[in-house]
């Protein structure tokens, strides 16, 4: 039998009371809204979150989360793409949906510097 490998660059840290909002993007129509409600986070590392979902998401699924954080009242926005997702019985919620945040930098569809400046701090905050 063969132990699962280990993949993850970045430790994961919990953001108490952390919740998100989505947006699927589409090729062809842009939305500019955000559904899902307050969504809780379940963890979150500077590559990527792990969250709770009543809804399905597609594997590779371009995805743009809005991620309000409890300590201050303000919101984060990160790009990212669907790596995984996974069934969460006997719970509030259905799923448990993985998703890999874009790079960051200044290039175009890139998450902002900015955000990963805040994610290094919020780490420092809860590990």
């Known amino acids: 039998m063969m132990s699962k490998t280990e993949r993850r660059e970045c430790d994961r840290f919990h953001l108490p009371g952390a ?6 993007e589409k090729k062809l129509f842009k939305s500019s809204s955000f559904s899902g409600g307050y969504i809780p986070v379940h963890d979150i590392s500077l590559g990527g979150i792990r969250f709770l979902s009543q809804a399905s998401f597609n594997l590779d699924a371009k995805v743009t ?5 409890p300590d201050n009242g303000e919101s984060l926005v990160l ?4 790596v995984w997702a996974s069934d ?3 719970e509030s919620y259905d799923y448990l949906i993985g998703v ?3 790079p960051y930098g200044d290039k175009k569809n890139f998450n902002s510097p900015d955000s990963l400046s805040k ?7 809860h590990s």
């Open 79 to 82: 790009k990212g793409v669907v």
């Open 119 to 125: 994610l290094k701090e919020l780490e420092k905050q």
């Open 100 to 102: 890999r945040f874009d």
């Open 88 to 90: 969460y019985p006997g």
């Open 65 to 69: 989360l809005k991620i309000y954080l």
């Open 19 to 24: 919740t998100l909002s989505y947006r699927i």
